[in-house]
Every structure is written in C-alpha cells, then in structure tokens.
Antibody, heavy 120, light 110 residues
Framework: QVQLVESGGGEVQPGGSLRLSCAAS????????MHWVRQAPGKGLEWVAF????????YSADSVKGRFTISRDNSKNTLFLQMNSLRPEDTAVYFC?????????????WGQGALVTVSS | QSALTQPASVSGSPGQSITISCTGT?????????VSWYQHHPGKAPKLMIY???KRPSGLSNRFSGSKSGNTASLTISGLQAEDEAHYYC??????????FGGGTKVTVL
C-alpha cells in the first residue's frame, strides 16, 4: 500500500534552515509528481510546492519563493523540501502528498505530516 | 494568490443534505475544471473526495458530489452521517501555475 513518511521537522530559530524528507513506498515514485502542503496551527491548508515526476518541473507559492526549494531523488524514492530563511509564520505541519495518476492537480495520498516550529 | 472563499462552518442533522460553497475567480475556479475537495479529520492525513469538479475516487461513497458554476464550486454531502464530521477544503489550479486551497469549512453533524 502507498506510504508517505515525513521526517526532519523540529524547532528552529528565525532565519535558520531545515530540510524535510518524505520517504515514499508502495507505488512507482519516479512516475508521479509530488506536492508539499502545510497547515499552520489553527489554520487551513496552504499549498507550498510541486515537483514533476522527473524533477525538472517545479512550482512554489509566492509565500516561500526564493526561500524554499523542492527536490526529489528518484533513486531513493524520497522527496525533499529545503527551507531557508525561516520565519515564525512558517510554523506549521508540513505534509507531502502524491498526485493522482495522470494528473498533477490532485493529491490522492498524503503523509501524516512533520511539525516545523520557528521560534526564538 | 488569495485563498478560495468557503463558509467557516456548515451543520446538518443525520440524513440531511448540506452544501459547501467555494468561491474563487476567473483565474482559478472559473478558469479551469481542476477543482478538488478534501476531507480532513484533525490529526489525520487529508483525503481526496472529489476531483475534476465532480469525479469521485474509486470506492468513495456516492453521497459526496461536486459541481461548479462560474467562479463557484460546490460540494454536497447527502444522507449526512456522524463520520462526515470533519473539515473540508476545496482546491483549484490557478493561472499562475500554482494551486490554491480554500480556507476550510467545518462540518458539524448535529
């Protein structure tokens, strides 16, 4: 069965960096685009970034552009989110999600999330 | 990109039908048929309920249906059940090659 397991979350000071990982199994990782979505405490879902199946196509939200970088290693079935220049408003649970086969627009499997806390 | 507009809360009694609206602009909901809906129980992974405006993933109950008119998409839950109590989010592709979620709607089963 499909499994997505995020890791790398934690507490960091403003201006610091973290790298989230998402280990994928149960499907052909190299054939599917992937997304990161976050949820701040008490808030709704916010789309963060997308990477195509080959890793060459990438899009990100304006709120993280220039600070966050999405990437993937298809040889290790792993998705990454490099987060630099972190701000308190980046505090959230970060979910990785797999796209529905054949479409980049829909997320049919999600991980349980990794908590990132940005605080001094 | 501003979040799509959803009502903060909707409630209904068991067996009733409720509808959640999701309003965007011609640059997102109105411009594409790439609208989806997700159910989210706190502490769990979100679940895809509707995609392509009105399609249901395999195995999903037909009590859930979606539609769109102009810049507004809607999710209808018929025969409301206790397990439907959750947060629901709409999502759309945008003209900026990004995706945007709605603010979320808390569904309460009375």
């Amino acid at each position: 069965q499909v499994q997505l397991v995020e890791s790398g979350g934690g507490e960091v000071q403003p201006g610091g960096s973290l790298r989230l990982s998402c280990a994928a199994s149960g499907f052909t990782f190299s054939s599917h685009g992937m997304h990161w979505v976050r949820q701040a405490p008490g808030k709704g879902l916010e789309w963060v970034a997308f990477v195509g199946f080959a890793g060459s196509i990438k899009y990100s939200a304006d709120s993280v552009k220039g600070r966050f970088t999405i990437s993937r290693d298809n040889s290790k079935n792993t998705l990454f989110l490099q987060m630099n220049s972190l701000r308190p408003e980046d505090t959230a649970v970060y979910f990785c999600a797999k796209v529905l086969t054949g479409s980049p627009h829909y997320l049919d499997y999600w991980g349980q999330g990794a908590l990132v806390t940005v605080s001094s | 990109q501003s979040a799509l507009t959803q009502p903060a809360s909707v409630s209904g009694s068991p067996g009733q039908s409720i509808t959640i609206s999701c309003t965007g602009t011609s640059s997102d909901v109105g411009g594409y048929s790439y609208v989806s809906w997700y159910q989210h129980h706190p502490g769990k992974a979100p679940k895809l309920m509707i995609y392509d405006v009105s399609k249901r993933p395999s195995g999903l109950s037909n009590r859930f249906s979606g539609s769109k008119s102009g810049n507004t998409a809607s999710l209808t839950i018929s025969g409301l059940q206790a397990e439907d109590e959750a947060h629901y989010y709409c999502s759309s592709y945008t003209s900026s090659s990004t995706w945007v979620f709605g603010g979320g709607t808390k569904v309460t089963v009375l």
